[in-house]
Structure formats: C-alpha cells, structure tokens
C-alpha cells in the first residue's frame, strides 16, 4: 500500500479479536456438549498462539497510531482488497512422458563407509554400517523409468 492505514488496521484487530472470542465460546460448547474431558479445543495452542500474537500486533498498532499516525478507527471494517491482485496464476503443464529419461543409479559411485577417512568424517553418522545392511547383488541398480 502507498499509504499507512493504521486506523483500518486497528479496525480489523478488533474484528479479528471478536472473531477469536466467538470460536473459542463455540470450542467450550463444543467440549461441553462432546462431554471432553481436561483441555478442550478452546484450550489449543492454535487459540493460545493466534491471541498472543493478535495481541502484540494489536498493542503495537495502538501505539503507533498513538504516538505517530493519529488516524480515527472507522466504524464499519475496511474492503478486502480484490484476490486477484495479490495472486497471478501460472499455468504449468507436465512433461510428457516420452520426453522422461530413465536414470540408473550406481552404488559403486557411493563411498562405503570405512573405505574413505575424508568421506567417514564429513558424514554426521559415525556409527560403521552393519553387515546386514550392505546392498545386496539382487539390489545393486535402481532403474527410474
């Protein structure tokens, strides 16, 4: 935006908040009425987390607008602003299959571990692989086709 709106923000903090307070009601009558014991969804983190930072954001907007802005709160919330404008969509289409490449991988190009210090050292696993995980002839290459 050109322009700071700080009035409209404080607007749709207390929408936002009211909105939060009708689903955590909706949340303690859903718990009653689902007879749930202990902590209830309105007892959820995404309820914790979502008014703590509602909070912060509204406490700093009121002191801006305090001490910088001055701008009056309207009383009917602010338009959304039209979806096309913060999205464009792209299209995207696959490759067709006959344009894929199949790709063999070779277990001879991975170092084994005990066989190269350098390799053993970069590697954060430090423990030596056991027997029983070796590849096996039968599951030497991976074809992707």
Same mark, same amino acid.
């Given at each position: 935006?050109?322009?700071?709106?700080?009035?409209?923000?404080?607007?749709?903090?207390?929408?936002?908040?009211?909105?939060?307070?009708?689903?955590?009601?909706?949340?303690?009558?859903?718990?009653?009425?689902?007879?749930?014991?202990?902590?209830?969804?309105?007892?959820?983190?995404?309820?914790?987390?979502?008014?703590?930072?509602?909070?912060?954001?509204?406490?700093?907007?009121?002191?801006?607008?305090?001490?910088?802005?001055?701008?009056?709160? %309207? !009383?009917? #919330?602010?338009?959304?602003?039209?979806? @096309?404008?913060? =999205?464009?969509?792209?299209?995207?289409?696959?490759?067709?299959?006959?344009?894929?490449?199949?790709?063999?991988?070779?277990?001879?190009?991975?170092?084994?571990?005990?066989?190269?210090?350098?390799?053993?050292?970069?590697?954060?696993?430090?423990?030596?692989? %056991? !027997?029983? #995980?070796?590849?096996?002839?039968?599951? @030497?290459?991976? =074809?992707?086709?």
């Amino acid at each position: 935006f050109a322009q700071e709106k700080c009035g409209d923000s404080l607007k749709v903090f207390q929408l936002s908040q009211d909105a939060l307070e009708r689903a955590r009601k909706a949340a303690k009558e859903f718990a009653l009425k689902a007879k749930i014991a202990g902590a209830g969804p309105a007892q959820h983190t995404v309820f914790t987390t979502l008014e703590s930072t509602l909070k912060k954001a509204q406490d700093k907007a009121v002191r801006e607008n305090g001490l910088i802005y001055h701008h009056r709160v %309207p !009383a009917e #919330a602010p338009a959304h602003p039209d979806p @096309q404008c913060l =999205v464009q969509p792209e299209a995207y289409s696959l490759p067709s299959p006959a344009d894929w490449s199949g790709v063999t991988l070779d277990p001879a190009a991975v170092p084994l571990r005990g066989q190269n210090k350098a390799a053993d050292l970069a590697s954060s696993d430090t423990a030596p692989m %056991p !027997a029983s #995980a070796k590849i096996t002839s039968e599951e @030497q290459y991976c =074809v992707v086709s």
